[in-house]
């Protein structure tokens, strides 16, 4: 018989598999193209189509599987691999399994932790208390954040439009989204297991390489929506709050102050914490430093224009890093936007589930690029860029 769970539940089989508490393979029907740009990590690519024969000999001699073994099936939104799973049962594999919703399923996978902070944030009795959630889009390594404070009245501490939904009713703390994805039902999720109530919502800039969900979820909730204030510049079609450079919102009693780091955009912003964490969207990560080309094209043309383009906003990003992010205490916990998730679905040396983190003193050191004097860091930003 066969068994259906949702992408969720794969997600738990997997963690229990890494850590040996389960033993199965995952057989992707999709085909080999599909399979090549984005799958699940240690996958096996078997091309299956519906209404087509299919092989058991064939399947057994490519892939090494027999009936005594544990199969996970997926495709692209679960109806192949649902069919795959019906031939695997009739060919007496006694353990089959099929991810509902497939791969379209799995790109909406999350994982919430905590990040941890130096000892000294909120350290005294009469400081308010403070956490800065991480929420991780497993597939994407996408990461976004739920910064959650006390409950003093502040700039945030926004009363949700009548009958909204901003979190826990009656909470005792308040809290801001940052960098929310499509799934803004995360970030609620997150704020009713801290019994705080959404305030407000911001972005740390305007995302060219995913869909921000920030617009969407405020609305939702009836709160405000922040971005940085040169996001005016960039024709945003969609309301929005400008946070000036410098311009600090009080998080339940928590200091969340905007610093202007241009480069990967025009409108990038950081976000300082309670000096205890910053939150620095796309500009720095935990071992690499944001891209230019998203907004900032080094081709087309006669290569003049653009490449010059490409050129300052490398140099704005090295001002950004070193004027500004580097410049924070060496103890500062950096929380990123992204962690790298390549076509074969690994992540490098992030576990997902923990958190992803560096501190600004680990950086400094730790990132090759940031040692680079201004002139040798915009060559090689420009000089990695995608033709």
């Not at 057989?27 to 699940?40: A, Q």
């Not at 090295?318 to 890093?321: A, C, G, V």
């Given at each position: ?41 240690d996958?096996?690519?078997?091309f ?9 000999d064939?399947?057994e ?14 495709c ?20 089959v399994?099929?991810?509902a919703?497939?791969m ?16 000294a944030?909120?350290?005294t ?18 990461l ?7 409950r ?7 009363v949700?439009a ?10 005792d703390r ?21 019994d ?7 972005d740390t800039?305007v ?22 204030a ?10 929005f ?7 600090t ?11 202007a ?10 976000y ?9 969207g796309?500009?720095?990560f935990?071992?690499s430093v ?22 300052g906003?490398?140099?704005?990003l090295?001002?950004?890093?070193h ?18 998730v390549?076509?074969d ?26 040692g680079?004097?201004?002139g040798?860091?915009?060559d ?5 860029l995608?033709?």
């Open positions: 018989m066969v068994e259906t769970i949702s992408a969720d539940e794969f997600r738990d089989r997997i963690d229990e598999r890494r850590r040996g508490e389960r033993s199965f393979a995952v057989v992707d029907t999709r085909p080999e193209e599909s399979f090549e740009g984005w799958r699940v990590a996958a096996i690519g078997y299956y189509k519906p209404f087509h024969e299919f092989d058991i064939d399947f001699r490519e892939t090494g599987f027999s009936p005594g073994d544990s199969v996970i099936t997926l692209a939104k679960g109806k192949a691999s649902d069919d795959f799973a019906a031939e695997l049962d009739a060919a007496g594999y006694e353990d399994t099929v991810v919703d497939g379209r399923g799995w790109s909406a996978v999350y994982d919430r932790t905590e990040v941890p902070l130096p000892d944030a909120g350290a009795d009469a400081a308010p208390p403070l956490d800065v959630v991480q929420v991780q889009r497993r597939a994407k390594g996408c976004g954040y739920l910064v959650v404070g006390g003093e009245p502040g700039e945030a501490d926004h949700p009548e009958g909204s939904a901003s979190g826990s009713d009656g909470a308040v809290a801001v989204a940052v960098d929310v994805s499509r799934h803004g039902d995360e970030w609620v999720a997150a704020a009713a297991e801290y705080a109530s959404i305030a407000a919502v911001l800039h995302h060219a390489d995913h869909l921000s969900g920030g617009r969407a979820l405020a609305d939702e909730l009836g709160v405000p929506y922040f971005l940085p040169a996001a005016a510049a960039r024709d945003v079609a969609y309301r709050e400008p946070v000036d450079r410098n311009e919102l009080d998080v339940g009693g928590i200091d969340l102050k905007a610093l780091t241009p480069g990967h955009t025009d409108d990038g912003a950081s300082l914490v309670g000096g205890a964490a910053v939150l620095t796309d500009t720095l935990t071992d944001g891209r230019t080309e998203l907004q900032f094209s080094a081709g087309g043309g006669d290569g003049g224009e653009s490449n010059a383009g490409a050129a906003a490398a140099r704005r090295y001002d950004s890093l004027g500004t992010l580097l410049a924070e205490p060496d103890d500062a916990v950096v929380c990123p936007g992204h962690f790298a390549a076509n679905g690994t992540t490098g040396g992030v576990e997902p589930g923990e958190p992803v983190f560096t501190t600004v003193g680990d950086a400094r050191h730790e990132i090759g690029i940031l680079l004097d201004a040798d860091f915009v090689r930003i420009t000089g990695t995608p033709e």
